[in-house]
């Protein structure tokens, strides 16, 4: 049964997470799919979730992407949007992104996985929720990561994106 302090506990869901809910593939679809319909947590993407998104799903299938029409990748987009809340980021963020950069020494692919955090906390949620924890270890401390919940029949798909 959801409540309202259910609803008022903001979740970040990563972008590995919403790869893995779209490629029936991956071992972790079904824990993907499972956890967006069925966790009952306010959950949101950030723009940078939505582009990564839009990157994969519409890279070739020998470039380690899911070779999606640009239309049926934003179609996807749209539904997981109609499903979760939408972070904007701003001077805020930015900044936070900033002192994250500096004072935690994230270089190269990490600073994206930075301004994930930064928006995170900006805008108050309390968890991000990944299929990869490791990317956003070094950032426990400021935001409880999660892994994905994946049943015991389930195993790990490898990298994100």
């Known amino acids: 049964m959801t409540t309202s302090a259910d609803l008022t506990t903001l979740v970040v869901v990563d972008t590995n997470v919403l790869l893995a809910a779209t490629d029936r593939s991956r071992r972790s679809h079904t824990a993907a799919v499972t956890f967006l319909n ?13 582009r990564e998104y839009l990157a994969v799903a519409t890279r070739p299938l020998k470039a380690n992407g899911f070779g999606l029409s640009g239309a049926d990748a934003v179609a996807n987009l749209a539904q997981f949007r109609d499903e979760m809340s939408l972070l904007s980021e701003d001077r805020v963020t930015t900044a936070g992104l900033t002192d994250l950069v500096a004072g935690d020494g994230a270089a190269g692919k990490q600073v994206h996985d930075a301004n994930v955090v930064a928006v995170a906390l900006a805008h108050r949620a309390s968890a991000i929720v990944t299929d990869n924890v490791r990317h956003f270890a070094r950032f426990a401390d400021l935001i409880a990561i999660e892994q994905l919940p994946v049943r015991r029949d389930q195993g790990d798909d490898g990298p994100d994106h």
């Open 38 to 50: 069925e966790d009952e947590r306010r959950l949101a993407l950030t723009p940078q979730i939505a």
